[in-house]
């Protein structure tokens, strides 16, 4: 299965913008799915899970209220709204089968990264 992600781009604080992360080679309906972010500098970060239900997600607090994750069949969404300029980084889209919430270093499966910039 591979990941690809889109819809990042720039736009100014108080923008929306809509990530997608497409599936490929494979069917995800059994893998928990999540989105993380990596700044410049920075570590990569946790930003929201979905479990492979759908059923249940989780956020970090900074994006709680803000942002909101869904999936359907082969897609998932990161719906973000009142964007921030802290809310810049390469957001990553990924894959885990094993549902390892916050942890990045169970998800097995990674997309590529598309750049979020917000100015202020």
């Known amino acids: 299965v591979q990941l690809v992600e889109s819809g990042g781009g720039s736009v100014q604080t108080g923008g929306s913008l809509r990530l997608s992360c497409e599936a490929s080679g494979g069917t995800i309906g059994t893998y928990d799915m999540a989105w993380f972010r990596q700044a410049s500098g920075k570590d990569r970060e946790f930003v929201a899970t979905?479990?492979?239900?759908?059923?249940r997600t989780d956020y970090r607090d900074s994006v709680k209220g803000r942002f909101i994750i869904s999936r359907d069949k082969n897609m998932v969404y990161l719906q973000m709204n009142s964007l921030k300029p802290e809310d810049t980084a390469v957001y990553y889209c990924a894959a885990s089968i094993l549902g390892s919430g916050r942890n990045s270093d169970a998800y097995e499966l990674w997309g590529q990264g598309t750049q979020v910039t917000v100015s202020s």
């Open positions: 979905v479990s492979w239900s759908g059923g």
